[in-house]
T-cell receptor, first 114, second 109 residues
Framework: EADIYQTPRYLVIGTGKKITLECSQTMGHDKMYWYQQDPGMELHLIHYSYGVNSTEKGDLSSESTVSRIRTEHFPLTLESARPSHTSQYLC?????????????FGNGTRLTVT | QKEVEQNSGPLSVPEGAIASLNCTYSDRGSQSFFWYRQYSGKSPELIMSIYSNGDKEDGRFTAQLNKASQYVSLLIRDSQPSDSATYLCAVNGPGRLYFGRGTQLTVWP
């Protein structure tokens, strides 16, 4: 079973601040993903990575950026937080890619921008 | 057209009943299908995966797949109040998983 960790669990921050949401997994999964989800709403893929030094934008236009310097680490950065960024951010990983391999999700980071 | 469509909810069933959740998908090349359960405020957790036509049973859960009809379903037998959650259907596509909007299930005692 994949172990995937997100920190912080909750973050309240003021407008204009730079923030980094951390995501780490210990299973050596190549693929990692960031989803954004508002309460009661659907998941939106915002970034994904197929491996080290590989990152792609997802379906939802996002002002965030990601990096993948190490296999186990996939941080998401907002250079200047705005109230519209208030949401839950979910990190996920998968072993071989998505064929035959489900996603394993972290516990999420609930971000509030005031 | 959305890649994955789920039956509109919310779905409400009494305790002990069978809950039936449905999902259709558009990509005929899809080969992997998953059901996730998401409790309010929590992250999705995998409850079933299915790759071949037919039924797959795991405890009170049965997943059914019909690739010809591009249809996958989840049956929950003997529904319990603890099954109250949103159920997400996920289907593999080019390079990633596609999620449906989810069906909210409420099981009342």
């Amino acid at each position: 079973e994949a172990d995937i960790y997100q920190t912080p669990r909750y973050l309240v921050i003021g407008t204009g601040k730079k923030i980094t949401l951390e995501c780490s997994q210990t299973m050596g999964h190549d693929k990692m993903y960031w989803y954004q989800q508002d309460p009661g709403m659907e998941l939106h893929l915002i970034h994904y990575s197929y491996g080290v030094n590989s990152t792609e934008k997802g379906d939802l236009s996002s002002e965030s950026t990601v990096s993948r310097i190490r296999t186990e680490h996939f941080p998401l950065t907002l250079e200047s937080a705005r109230p519209s960024h208030t949401s839950q951010y979910l990190c996920a990983s998968s072993e071989f890619g998505t064929y035959n391999s489900p996603l394993h999700f972290g516990n999420g980071t609930r971000l509030t921008v005031t | 057209q959305k890649e994955v469509e789920q039956n509109s909810g919310p779905l409400s069933v009494p305790e002990g009943a069978i809950a039936s959740l449905n999902c259709t998908y558009s990509d005929r090349g899809s080969q992997s299908f998953f059901w996730y359960r998401q409790y309010s405020g929590k992250s999705p957790e995998l409850i079933m995966s299915i790759y071949s036509n037919g039924d797959k049973e795991d405890g009170r859960f049965t997943a059914q797949l019909n690739k010809a009809s591009q249809y996958v379903s989840l049956l929950i037998r003997d529904s319990q109040p603890s099954d109250s959650a949103t159920y997400l259907c996920a289907v593999n596509g080019p390079g990633r998983l596609y999620f449906g909007r989810g069906t909210q299930l409420t099981v009342w005692p």
